[in-house]
């Protein structure tokens, strides 16, 4: 009896499955992780740095602030996105209305015609503003719009992880994607994407999680978040790192700084 205990004891510890030990199914352990990553708390305010290297090292720097809120009662959300730097992109701003079961509505404020111009659903997996990520990669991708399995379960560094594997039920930038949920945080510690040809094409890692602290006295609490992340495109060698600073969360965002006339008139209250 000593020796099956500690059998199980072991086994539960790396992480492998024992008799009258389930896992959680895959779709439910991708929401979780959905919700870890994108929906943390009711509002979000951020300073983001996105760094373009090329191959061979060479960088273009862009600055921004990420705004985020949650719709009360629902899953839906959006997001509004102004640039402060270079100058080439200054005052470019990005507008997404998410939801869960529809197309998301997404528009973009080009500062050089002075106009806002609609992104059509088409264009979700498109390049955000010259990066190796897509406006879909910004805002959240469907969770029914994949085919979700536990592929395994797997350590990486020292996060013990589901690995689960995606598979887009209508045509996407990937034939495949492989994404580390850590257990504890359930936050994408990486994830492989696949083209037709079933070779890796994209690759995002999760560079540094951090908590973030918010609230006071009793109300004080942590959230664990991913503060450095990095996007490459593994065929060209062109990668896309993206640092956050000053993150906060419940910071009592407006409804007022979510529609398509902030774009042209950003709320200096948030972005400054």
């Known amino acids: ?15 492998i499955p024992v008799k009258g030990q389930e896992l959680p199914s895959a779709t439910d352990i991708v929401a979780k992780s959905q919700q870890a990553f994108y929906y943390p708390e009711a509002d979000m305010k951020a300073k983001v740095t996105m760094d373009l290297v090329t191959e ?6 862009r600055v921004l602030t990420m705004l985020r809120k949650n719709v009360p009662g629902s899953q839906d959300q959006k997001y509004f996105l102004y640039f402060h730097e270079p100058g080439d992109v200054r005052r470019t701003a990005f507008l997404v209305w998410k939801y869960p079961d529809r197309d998301d509505d997404r528009w973009i404020f080009i500062p050089a015609v002075n106009m806002v111009r609609r992104v059509a659903a088409s264009d979700s997996r498109s390049s955000f503003v010259g990066s190796d990520f897509s406006y879909e990669d910004i805002s959240g991708r469907d969770l029914s719009a994949d085919t979700h399995t536990v592929a395994r379960q797997d350590k990486l560094g020292d996060a013990d992880c589901y690995v689960i594997q995606s598979i887009p039920k209508t045509a ?6 492989l994404t580390w949920i850590d257990k504890k945080t359930f936050l994408p510690r990486k994830e492989e994407y696949y083209d037709a040809q079933n070779e890796l094409a994209r690759l995002f890692t999760a560079d540094a999680i951090e908590d973030v602290t918010m609230g006071e006295g009793d109300a004080k609490k942590t959230v664990p978040t991913i503060t450095r992340r990095t996007m490459k495109n593994v065929k060209s060698g062109h990668r896309t790192e993206v640092r956050f600073d000053s993150v906060a969360y419940d910071v009592g965002l407006d409804d007022d700084v ?10 200096r ?3 400054e």
């Open 269 to 271: 209250k948030w972005i």
């Open 56 to 61: 061979d090292g060479k960088t273009r720097t």
């Open 258 to 267: 979510f529609v398509e006339r902030a774009l042209q008139n950003p709320p």
């Open 1 to 15: 009896m000593k020796r099956y205990v500690r059998i199980v004891l072991a086994l539960a510890l790396v992480g």
């Open 172 to 177: 996407a930038e990937y034939t495949k994607k």
